[in-house]
Nanobody, 120 residues
Framework: QVHLAESGGGLVQPGGSLRLSCAASGSIFRINTMSWYRQAPGKQRELVATINSIVNTNYADSVKGRFTISRDNTTTVILQMNRLKPGDTAVYYC???????????????WGQGTLVTVSS
């Protein structure tokens, strides 16, 4: 199996910054794409940012210019969040599209989520 471990959530004032980290472990042959999603209370889960194996990135319009997604190594993804707004308050979930080594198959994996609260 493959597991995702997230860290870095917490409480921050508007205008502040937070750094989320997500580390994958398990029977991994290759990670094709790693993404961050978020879900605010009463709303649907939405895609925040994606990075693929050749380091192409994609962002939701609401976070462009404020958030940066990067890969620390082949199995860890970072989401640097700057100039945070109250509207960014949500549970943030890491997602990975993985080609497993054993058994040799594709798998979509989700982390357990980490809460980000932006409030004064």
């Amino acid at each position: 199996q493959v597991h995702l471990a997230e860290s870095g959530g917490g409480l921050v004032q508007p205008g502040g910054s937070l750094r989320l980290s997500c580390a994958a472990s398990g029977s991994i042959f290759r990670i094709n794409t790693m993404s961050w999603y978020r879900q605010a209370p009463g709303k649907q889960r939405e895609l925040v940012a994606t990075i693929n194996s050749i380091v192409n990135t994609n962002y939701a319009d609401s976070v462009k210019g404020r958030f940066t997604i990067s890969r620390d190594n082949t199995t860890t993804v970072i989401l640097q969040m700057n100039r945070l707004k109250p509207g960014d308050t949500a549970v943030y979930y890491c997602n990975a599209l993985v080609l497993m080594a054993i058994p040799f198959r594709n798998l979509e994996v989700w982390g357990q989520g980490t809460l980000v609260t932006v409030s004064s």
